[in-house]
């Protein structure tokens, strides 16, 4: 950015719900120069109070499943029930480059220009699981501009869905129609995070295949515990393509929000993801105090090279680089 703009005044263009605005508010909270980081801080805080009202969605699955034609489905079936809908999407980025694809507003035609949604792709490029470290506070400036629905897109690995799952308050996996197999490659966890499995491909001469699918899908959850004593996740069967079983998809979302409502866990979820929240983004700051301190930077060579020749304890080598950054 070629400047850092007033705060105030930014925070209230972003509740009027000016889209220009909110875009570069994202760019502010994405920024690494100092000076950005610190009007970002400042423009969280001030738009904090008009947070936590929207609906939180984590949506993960493996490549091929269709997760930007399931988002595009969804949210245009939320729009049209006069839904703004925000969709925050982690693009994997180049190994080489660290560059961004930034390719779901293509994948997501129809949101792309709706005006009552805002697709916002962000770069995954170092940063643990794929999920970008800004998304959270992403999440709150979106919900500050008036979205009360935000759909969070996981890259599907496993590190990214938990993240994903500790934001949000409905955490919905999608998977394929395959051959009989379907609970071969299953991940246990997956399982254990999701709120609702939805199996997509669900028409056509795929359609009996998706629901075989579902049935075994279902007896594997009843063999496991439940994340939460309120609520047995589903499995539903759907077509992105074609739209059917979407409104269904979204029915359980609700019905689930009701339910962890009414028996307090909502609240007590979201108080504990604020924690949790606090605690991430210390663990950010103390690594990044590790990588840019030229003193420890010069001695961590010899530490590594020390433990990793049995003449250093790891136990020791802590406490030094430890010692050293004044812990």
Same mark, same amino acid.
């Given at each position: ?6 705060? *105030? ?9 000016? +889209? ?14 100092? %000076?950005?980081?610190? !009007? ?64 779901? !507003?293509?994948?997501? *035609?129809?949101?792309?220009? %709706? ?10 490029? $170092? ?20 979205? %009360? ?16 799952? %500790? ?10 129609? $395959?051959? $009989? ?16 499995? *939805? ?51 979204? *029915? ?23 924690? !949790? ?33 049995? +003449? ?16």
């Amino acid at each position: 950015m070629a400047s850092t703009p007033d705060i *105030a005044a930014l925070a209230r263009r972003v509740r009027d719900g000016d +889209r220009a605005m909110l875009a570069r508010a994202i760019t502010l909270i994405e920024s690494k120069h100092a %000076d950005h980081q610190s !009007k970002a801080h400042q423009l969280v805080q001030e738009l904090l109070p008009s947070t936590g009202h929207a609906i939180r969605v984590g949506i993960t699955g493996a490549p091929g499943v269709g997760k930007s034609t399931s988002i595009d489905a969804l949210g245009t079936h939320l729009t049209s029930q006069g839904h703004k809908v925000a969709v925050l999407a982690v693009d994997p980025s180049s190994s080489r480059t660290g560059g961004s694809i930034l390719g779901d !507003k293509t994948r997501m *035609a129809r949101l792309a220009v %709706d005006d009552n949604a805002f697709v916002r792709p962000s770069p995954s490029s $170092g940063t643990l699981g794929g999920v970008t470290a800004k998304t959270r506070e992403t999440m709150l400036l979106c919900e500050a501009a008036g979205f %009360d629905v935000v759909l969070v897109e996981t890259v599907g690995t496993g590190q990214s869905e938990t993240a994903v799952a %500790d934001m949000t308050d409905f955490f919905l996996a999608l998977m394929l129609p $395959g051959g $009989g197999d379907e609970l071969q490659g299953i991940k246990k966890g997956l399982v254990e995070l999701a709120d609702m499995i *939805a199996v997509n491909k669900a028409d056509g001469e795929n359609l009996k295949r998706a629901q075989a699918a579902a049935a075994e899908y279902r007896a594997a959850l009843h063999i496991l515990t439940p994340r939460s004593l309120n609520w047995n996740p589903p499995v539903l069967t759907y077509s992105a393509l074609t739209g059917d079983g979407v409104a269904e998809l979204w *029915a359980q979302v609700v019905l689930h929000r009701e339910c962890m409502g009414r028996s307090g866990e909502r609240t007590t979820l979201r108080r504990e993801q604020q924690v !949790k929240w606090m605690w991430s983004m210390l663990n950010d700051r103390v690594l990044a105090r590790l990588k840019s301190d030229a003193g420890l930077r010069a001695r961590l060579p010899a530490i590594e090279a020390a433990v990793a020749e049995g +003449r250093l304890s790891a136990t020791l080598a802590v406490a030094e680089i430890a010692e050293t950054l004044g812990f």
